[in-house]
């Protein structure tokens, strides 16, 4: 295994960790994720649809309320891509989701929904390993076909 | 002016940079700005609503194909926050996009519709100044309030 694969499988399972972590609701796990230091007032999450978190203490308050409001989450990773350069490392993915809505009034589960979220996450290099520094997933609202980007009109040509 | 705020403000310009060259439609601009070197095949870019583009490439055809079908475009940015690392800058912004509409069919002008997105750029270091090697765009469905995301619902919890 060379270097470079050593290095890129470091990253893939530091990623791979996260989403695990937010799978499990271990909000533990999460913590030694998330990158700590002087790079901690700067870790920015864009959760689906949502605006800009920053900061560790603000992303940590929303993963959260995220896992204490879900009751089954599972992430299927496609797609995966890892560059690294030097300290920084970027992955992009595609999340396949599937929620659980909450328990039927006779105890049964709730019914499964389907999600498609592309992701984009920077990771950056500590003693302590790959730490999450940047995450900003979007939905998938359509195909990418020019011009058909159907409900949301005003975001489709924007950049 | 310290070190630190002389190479935030050059992280600004360079962001800024890049949202004039598509606001003006100016390819030539964006090529300038768009890392090349080893890092060039895995620039990655998503606009709102669509999957992921990676490559040098693909990103370029993309704003190609944008710029040719957009009549109109203007981003005023806000929450502009940045943070440098090393040889990496983090970008995080809300694009308040005005985009007009084709021209009427008596040559006045089309309508304009407002958008709202928010906006992870991270840049690299180069000897020829930053460059831009992340884009991701998503649009901000909903205010950021629990269980209230409205039509998207398999995204919201989704992370």
Same mark, same amino acid.
């Given at each position: 295994?060379?270097?470079?694969? /050593? ?5 893939? /399972? ?14 533990? /796990?999460? +913590? ?35 896992? /204490? ?11 995966? +891509? ?23 009034? *006779? ?38 076909? +020019?011009? *058909? ?11």
């Amino acid at each position: 295994m060379t270097a470079q694969t /050593a290095e890129t499988r470091a990253v893939e /399972a530091a990623n791979q960790a996260f989403y695990d972590a937010v799978e499990t609701s271990d909000l533990d /796990a999460l +913590e030694n994720i998330v990158l700590t230091g002087p790079l901690a007032e700067s870790v920015s999450v864009v959760h689906p649809g949502w605006p800009v978190l920053r900061g560790r203490g603000e992303v940590m308050r929303s993963y959260a309320l995220i896992m /204490a409001s879900t009751d089954y989450i599972q992430f299927f990773l496609t797609d995966v +891509e890892v560059a690294v350069d030097g300290d920084t490392a970027l992955v992009t993915c595609t999340e396949n989701i599937l929620t659980g809505g909450p328990a039927e009034d *006779d105890g049964s589960a709730g019914s499964l929904v389907g999600g498609l979220v592309v992701a984009t996450n920077v990771f950056r290099r500590t003693s302590a390993g790959w730490r999450l520094w940047v995450h900003h997933g979007s939905p998938v609202l359509a195909e990418q076909e +020019e011009g *058909d980007e159907g409900e949301d009109g005003p975001e489709e040509p924007a950049l």
